[in-house]
């Protein structure tokens, strides 16, 4: 049977569920171009059944198939015709650029480089056989089932993306499944641009013999702690000399990063340095811009007169997001400008972004967008759809070259790592219907109506809501100010409702039910899965709310069973993160859990679920009942039994509060207790690096005649150090703050852990306490712990620190109290 089909004026590929085309590729083709090979013969069994042979083309014997009437998928430019001058359509062409071209019975997937057929390959199996790889994993490829495969006579195909360099960072660099997800959605990221002054200025190297290249007093074992000082006498001609030897020791390397360390100590930031440039940039740093790009100015004419054909990468962050007024860069130094675009949905943020874009255009014709993608810090699903798909148009009209994307993905967050992709190769495309086609082949077409809605809700939340909230205002109003929102700080779920996320459930427990095959199912119970972390997130966050104190019995069980259910959602999000951990779609990389490490916490605060109220409440509810009545019964066998440990230490800490059967480990925990002078309180130290007054008074108590008061605080705080056996405490402290208090002004606990012989461990430092007091003005307010001392443990520094306190800004504290919490 000819493998032409005249009547349809196609080249057949599958005929009815069997093979009717081979695969080509050169005698001499490099690893990469054979693998795309058998990913197209891999991709086609998957959809056909069918397997299509590897064959392999050696022009100098008699096995090449030029004229062979089988047809004939060439893949690599050797497909391509020299004589007939097919070679010249690759000719100008970007290196992840393609074309799919047929001449006769052969088809040739080819690029100027092997990454160019690589991606070329991609779009065959996306064009022809309709493969979707929609998130990492193969319960994420969507492969259509063929009979039958044919490509239409005369098909000429031929893309280039709209970036040159596309990238994102899922900081899963040891993830083989995301990788390959990335690269086959066409992600390639060709520039290095990343911290790396630390590299090329080692101090191992250098700290003795150019201590000039430091700044003073630096911490040099800090890798981010310190940046070059680029005004050093021989500083360039050393960048030069560094970079051209790795160069000529690395010839296939296509670029050099000269990206920042991540820090903020520049040498010639110091007042004192006779570089000051005295002047702050557009997010309130010290600008350093014209001092940084002068070096760098001059660093790249000597790296591009021996190695014209290579990249240089650097970071426009902190001090050095401004472009300099000094320099024009050469187009080959590729400046990474970083933004949290999401913000551009402020309009007076949009027109400052897109000014910033104009003049950085002019310093520096190869800049990229650097994008904060962000998902897992976020403890709700993130999507922007319309703000991405206009930020990348906007990108490339106006000239941008390169996107990067700090994505950390949960992929809870369904089409939006895929959107990104397609958009940063062609970002022209109709995103809607991408979306719309995302939806669908993920969970099916009836299902796809309910999914869709439940982005769209969160869309809503983020392009709309969001910018109405005080986290936002908190964020873009400051100075300086960060170039990403501040993840750290959750309070934008005050703004999500427990309508958000009863509707949410139902129409993903809508989607489960709708999606009808298995594959489909799978998926629609992965979204739902993942979706059981963010539930849990929102409606066990302690929101701080007046609540009345329970007039009998009943009231009171309720709330103390209302907080344990909340205690419970709160434990279940480190269950949930431990659950995923090894999962390619719903693990967290950076979760409250990882990230600084278990003992600090990570990217977001963990918390117990009950609030500084709900505390106060209960504690008071027990000081006035007796000990063998109802709610001290439900706290005890919570104390002794519950499964949960978090439930177990903190009803222990409500016990002991109310003076009941744990033992409270610091002295003079109410300051009631003056030293030598009355503004001191015995046993109690006060450590104020930077900060204005700090004294015991008797202006305001919680219990008692006196508190400290701290006053004008930017950093500083008050400790006592005790001794201390491993094993279950918690601690407590009140707080207050005038009425009408404003200004920044937080405050946390701190445990510094030490050995018997007092060499330090470990500090825990968790993010469950940085409260702003100005939030609670007027009335008295607690921060709360409970947690593990661990083994080789002795001695513990208590510490209350305080944080970003103005000069006038005072706080109140009492009954800071620790406690030992093991029955």
């Known amino acids: 049977m000819s493998r032409w089909k005249e ?31 058998a990913k197209l013969a ?58 799919i071209y047929q001449e006769g019975t052969r088809i040739t997937i080819a690029g100027p480089t092997p990454w160019g ?31 039958d495969l044919a490509v239409s006579e005369n098909e000429y195909v031929r893309q280039e993306p709209a970036f040159f360099s596309r990238e994102f960072d899922d900081h899963t660099s040891n993830s083989p499944i995301r990788e390959a997800w ?38 040099l074992s800090d890798i981010h702690g310190w940046q070059p000082c680029f005004t050093a006498p021989g500083i360039v001609e050393e960048a030069i000399h560094n970079i051209n030897t790795y160069f000529d020791a690395n010839p296939e390397a296509t670029s050099y990063s000269l990206g920042m360390n991540d820090g903020r100590n520049f040498c010639e930031a110091n007042p004192e340095h006779p570089s000051y440039p005295n002047k702050v940039n557009s997010n309130g740093y010290t600008d350093i811009s014209d001092i940084y790009f002068d070096w760098v100015n001059q660093v790249s004419k000597g790296v591009f007169a021996k190695h014209p054909d290579k990249f240089l990468g650097t970071l426009a962050y902190l001090n050095l997001y401004d472009p300099p007024t000094n320099v024009t860069l050469d187009p080959r130094v590729i400046v990474y400008v ?90 022209e495309q109709d995103f809607d219907a991408l979306l719309a086609e995302w939806y669908e082949r993920a969970v099916g077409i009836a299902a796809a109506a309910d999914l869709a809605a439940y982005y769209e809700l969160w869309g809503h939340f983020w392009e709309k809501r969001m910018f109405k909230t005080e986290w ?21 779920l005050e703004a999500v409702t427990f309508t958000d996320v009863a509707q949410s459930r139902s129409l993903l427990e809508s989607v489960v039910e709708k999606a009808v095959t298995p594959k489909q199912k799978k998926r629609a119970e992965d979204l739902l899965r993942a979706f059981e972390y963010y539930e849990a997130c929102v409606l066990s966050y302690p929101r701080e709310v007046a609540i009345a104190q329970p007039a009998n019995d009943p009231a009171a069980l309720e709330l103390v069973h209302f907080v344990v259910e909340k205690m419970r959602l709160a434990e279940k999000r480190q269950e949930l993160v431990e659950e995923f951990v090894d999962h390619p779609v719903l693990q967290h990389i950076y979760s409250p859990y990882y990230g600084y490490g278990k003992t600090l916490g990570g990217y977001g605060r963990i918390w117990t679920g009950m609030t500084s109220t709900e505390m106060d409440v209960i504690v008071a509810w027990l000081r006035q009942e007796d000990a063998g009545e109802e709610v001290h019964k439900l706290l005890k066998n919570l104390a002794e039994n519950d499964r949960v440990i978090t439930i177990q230490r903190s009803t222990r800490l409500l016990l002991g509060l109310a003076g009941v059967g744990t033992k409270q480990l610091l002295f003079n925990p109410s300051f009631e207790v003056g030293g030598a002078s ?28 006196h508190s400290l008061m701290a006053r004008g605080i930017r950093l500083g705080g008050f400790y006592q150090n005790i001794s201390v056996q491993p094993g279950n405490h918690g601690m407590y402290g009140a707080y207050y703050s005038p009425v009408g208090s404003d200004g920044d002004g937080t405050i946390r606990v701190q445990l510094d852990l030490y050995d018997e012989q007092n060499n330090y461990i470990d500090v825990i430092k968790p993010y469950l306490g940085a409260k702003r007091v100005k939030n609670t003005a007027g009335s008295w307010s607690n921060i709360q712990w409970v947690g593990e001392i661990p083994r080789g443990v002795g001695k513990v520094s208590v510490y209350i620190v305080l944080e970003n306190f103005d000069d006038d800004q005072e706080v109140y504290l009492d009954d800071v109290q620790f406690y030992c919490l093991d029955m």
Do not use: C
């Open 182 to 219: 990335t690269r086959n959605n066409r992600m390639h990221g060709r520039v290095e641009f990343k911290h790396n002054l630390f590299n090329l200025f080692p101090p191992a190297l250098y700290k003795d013999t150019h201590p000039e290249y430091y700044p003073p007093g630096a911490d």
């Open 678 to 705: 009355s503004e001191i309180a015995d046993s109690w130290n006060y450590w104020m690096p930077d900060g204005n007054l700090m004294q015991r008074t008797n202006a305001e108590s919680k219990t008692g005649d």
């Open 472 to 492: 936002f205002a908190d964020w873009s109003q400051s100075s300086p100010r960060a170039n990403y929102m501040n993840f750290l700080d959750d309070s934008y």
């Open 117 to 147: 057929t690589e991606f070329g390959v991609n779009e065959f199996l996306e064009r022809y056989v309709g493969v979707r790889w929609l998130m990492p994993g193969e319960d994420w490829e969507d492969v259509p089932q063929l009979m």
């Open 338 to 427: 970083t933004d949290e675009r999401l913000s551009w949905g402020d309009q007076n943020l949009k027109e400052a972004g897109h000014a910033l874009t104009d003049r950085w255009l002019q310093a520096a014709p190869g800049i990229a967008f650097y994008e904060y993608l962000f998902g897992t810090p976020y403890l709700v699903p993130r999507p922007y759809f319309n703000f991405m798909a206009e930020n990348y148009k906007y990108a490339k009209d106006a000239g941008v070259t390169v996107q990067y994307s700090e994505m950390v993905p949960n992929y809870g967050e369904g089409p939006k790592p895929w959107l990104a992709a397609r958009l940063q190769w062609d970002p």
């Open 42 to 99: 891999e991709y086609v069994e998957k959809s056909t059944g069918a397997v299509l042979p590897i064959l392999t083309d050696d022009p100098a014997t008699v096995t090449n198939f030029r004229f062979n009437k089988e047809v004939q998928i060439y893949i690599g430019a050797e497909g391509l015709s020299a004589a007939s001058g097919q070679m010249n359509i690759l000719e100008g062409m970007d290196g992840d650029g393609f074309v």
């Open 7 to 37: 009547e349809a004026k196609s080249l057949q590929i599958i005929d009815k569920g069997s093979p009717a085309a081979t695969i080509m590729i050169h005698l001499n083709a490099d690893n990469q171009t054979r693998n795309a090979a």
